[in-house]
Structure formats: structure tokens, C-alpha cells
T-cell receptor, first 113, second 110 residues
Framework: DAEITQSPRHKITETGRQVTLACHQT?????MFWYRQDLGHGLRLIHY???????NKGEVSDGYSVSRSNTEDLPLTLESAASSQTSVYFC????????????FGPGTRLTVL | RKEVEQDPGPFNVPEGATVAFNCTYS??????FFWYRQDCRKEPKLLMS???SGNEDGRFTAQLNRASQYISLLIRDSKLSDSATYLC???????????FGKGTKLSVKP
């Protein structure tokens, strides 16, 4: 069955370190998204991609970067982790067409000390 | 005004009760609307899309009022398994992507 996976599921890191969160989907979806979810804020869009080599900034992109070298993967990099980036991160994918249902990965819980 | 607003709850209801959630959105050009369900510490999952004519899926009924810019979700005969957070989601926000509300928490008690 097609799925979307994230790794690691839990990560503790220190301020200033570079961190990369992996997202892999086997749906063959063109669209992929990264969100963060914090108490009191709901899901906020960090970056998104509509296809290979395409990346776009979302609502809260500062301090994050993504790259899309193939259809299946959209890794999220925190260039220099900050305590404010402690959060739960969800990756999602959808078929072509922005209004389509998004399928979410299980999430990565990141703690920056 | 926030793009998508929901009452955070919690709504505490007994099994068998009928409960309704509302959600308002600010962008009158919004094109598509959804309800997602999120269980504690899990990922969101699509519950149902919301169509202009209203739609029903078993015990769940979704309504859209474009004139007043609100969406509703009605759950009849609540089950313990309905306990979750319900996210109102709108497509057509300022960045052309899905905009998620903060969610309404439902707790169904025996």
C-alpha cells in the first residue's frame, strides 16, 4: 500500500546544530508540504513543492529549507536549530491540484535544547 | 481577522448526543472546504469534503454557507471513538494552499 513516512519520529538536538527531517511518499504525488504544529497555532505551512526542482516558501519559512530532487522525497533542513523550532513537524502529499486531499505522515517531534 | 476560525472547545458530550461545530473563514474567494480529524498525537486525516449543497456521510453532515462564510459539521449519535480534534480546512487562502483552523476538541463520555 502507498504511504508517507517520516524519520526520525523523535529528535532531540542542541541550539545551533543543523538538523534534517526526512519525508518519503510512495503515492507518486506531485505535491508535498511541510507543516509545524504548536499549541495555540494549529498547523502552519513551512515550505511546499509542486514537483521536482520546485520549492516555495510558506507562512513560517524563516530558518528552514527544502529541496526536491525526486518525486518521493522532500527533506526539511533546519540550518541552525533554535529553541523556537521545538515543535511537531508533519509532512504531507497530495495529487496535482492544490485543493486535493492531503495525506499526512505520522509526524516528527523535535526538541531543540 | 484570522483566515479560519474555530471554537477550540472542548465540547464534552455524552454518548448518543448530537453535537455541532462551526467554522468561519475570511477569504470570500475560497473555493474548497474540508473537515479533517486529528487524534491525540497523531496526524490529521480527511473526514469529509464540504460541498455547496451540503453532504452527509453516515452520522456526519457538513454544510457550507458562502454568504455568511461559515462551515458546519454535525455529528449525530456520538460515539466514544468520535473523541478527537476536528480541523476546519479551507483552500483558497492568500498563498493558494490549504489553510487549517486551530481545531475544535470533542470529548465523548460514556
Amino acid at each position: 500500500d502507498a504511504e508517507i513516512t517520516q524519520s526520525p519520529r523523535h529528535k532531540i538536538t542542541e541550539t545551533g546544530r543543523q538538523v534534517t527531517l526526512a519525508c518519503h511518499q510512495t503515492w507518486n504525488h506531485n505535491n508535498m508540504f511541510w507543516y509545524r504544529q504548536d499549541l495555540g497555532h494549529g498547523l502552519r505551512l513551512i515550505h511546499y513543492s509542486y514537483g521536482v526542482q520546485d520549492t516555495n516558501k510558506g507562512e513560517v519559512s524563516d530558518g528552514y529549507s527544502v529541496s526536491r530532487s525526486n518525486t518521493e522525497d522532500l527533506p526539511l533542513t533546519l540550518e541552525s536549530a533554535a529553541s523556537s523550532q521545538t515543535s511537531v513537524y508533519f509532512c504531507a502529499s497530495s495529487e496535482l491540484g492544490s485543493a486535493n486531499e492531503q495525506f499526512f505522515g505520522p509526524g516528527t517531534r523535535l526538541t531543540v535544547l | 481577522r484570522k483566515e479560519v476560525e474555530q471554537d477550540p472547545g472542548p465540547f464534552n458530550v455524552p454518548e448518543g448526543a448530537t453535537v455541532a461545530f462551526n467554522c468561519t473563514y475570511s477569504n470570500s474567494a475560497s473555493q474548497s472546504f474540508f473537515w479533517y480529524r486529528q487524534d491525540c498525537r497523531k496526524e490529521p486525516k480527511l473526514l469529509m469534503s464540504v460541498y455547496s449543497s451540503g453532504n452527509e456521510d453516515g452520522r456526519f453532515t457538513a454544510q457550507l454557507n458562502r454568504a455568511s462564510q461559515y462551515i458546519s459539521l454535525l455529528i449525530r449519535d456520538s460515539k466514544l471513538s468520535d473523541s478527537a480534534t476536528y480541523l476546519c480546512v479551507v483552500y483558497g487562502g492568500s498563498q493558494g494552499n490549504l489553510i487549517f483552523g486551530k481545531g475544535t476538541k470533542l470529548s465523548v463520555k460514556p
